[in-house]
T-cell receptor, first 112, second 118 residues
Framework: GEDVEQSLFLSVREGDSSVINCTYT??????LYWYKQEPGAGLQLLTY?????DMKQDQRLTVLLNKKDKHLSLRIADTQTGDSAIYFC????????????FGKGTRLHILP | GAVVSQHPSWVICKSGTSVKIECRSL??????MFWYRQFPKQSLMLMAT?????????EQGVEKDKFLINHASLTLSTLTVTSAHPEDSSFYIC??????????????FGQGTRLTVV
């Protein structure tokens, strides 16, 4: 099957690191993505990683990929109130015409 | 759970013709729906925000006269690709939020539509 799973909620104190986890079932996934959706807005691509990479870092964001366990995580360092949003994990596979499969999203709540 | 149904899932059309894609929220009402396009081997690009009862808001670079969006009811938004050309071939996907139950910040995705223009 083609499933992407992630927990629905995460609460983090301002200034701490947030780690959002995602698991997927398709071992042939080519690209793995993290999208952010702020209230009332569409999806914003945060970052993506190729399946042959283990890690990708971009400023406060760090993506870790464990291909063996089919586990993807997004770490946000020094979490700020502006990071409050829903974060979607997604994957696509070249031989599936690159169709993107999304998880249900993790709502990140920032505590003062 | 909330379900968004998108139809058709696959369509092939001739150049110059128009194609309509429907996005329906089956068990909830959605004031706002989003339309995305995915280019081959790339991530999604937001095309427009569809607002029930009013004009859609298009992202920069998206031709509103070519991609007509109609959101006539709280459960249906349509995207019409007019005078389609081969470069319009792409994967189109919609998403919607459950406005009434206050879950409008959650995105429920349609299955997507693969458009091939020949």
């Amino acid at each position: 099957g083609e499933d992407v799973e992630q927990s629905l909620f995460l609460s983090v104190r301002e200034g701490d690191s947030s780690v959002i986890n995602c698991t997927y079932t398709d071992s042939s996934s080519t690209y793995l993505y993290w999208y952010k959706q702020e209230p009332g807005a569409g999806l914003q691509l945060l970052t993506y990683i190729f399946s042959n990479m283990d890690m990708k870092q971009d400023q406060r964001l760090t993506v870790l990929l464990n291909k063996k366990d089919k586990h993807l995580s997004l770490r946000i360092a020094d979490t700020q109130t502006g990071d409050s949003a829903i974060y979607f994990c997604a994957e696509s596979r070249a031989n599936r015409d690159d169709k993107i499969i999304f998880g249900k999203g993790t709502r990140l709540h920032i505590l003062p | 759970g909330a379900v968004v149904s998108q139809h058709p899932s696959w369509v092939i059309c001739k150049s110059g013709t128009s194609v309509k894609i429907e996005c329906r929220s089956l068990d909830f009402q959605a004031t706002t729906m989003f339309w995305y396009r995915q280019f081959p081997k790339q991530s999604l690009m937001l095309m427009a925000t569809s607002n029930e009862g009013s004009k859609a808001t298009y992202e920069q670079g998206v031709e509103k006269d070519k991609f007509l969006i109609n959101h006539a009811s709280l459960t249906l938004s349509t995207l019409t690709v007019t005078s389609a050309h081969p470069e319009d071939s792409s994967f189109y996907i919609c998403s919607a939020g459950d406005t009434v139950r206050g879950r409008d910040t959650e995105a429920f995705f349609g299955q997507g539509t693969r458009l091939t223009v020949v």
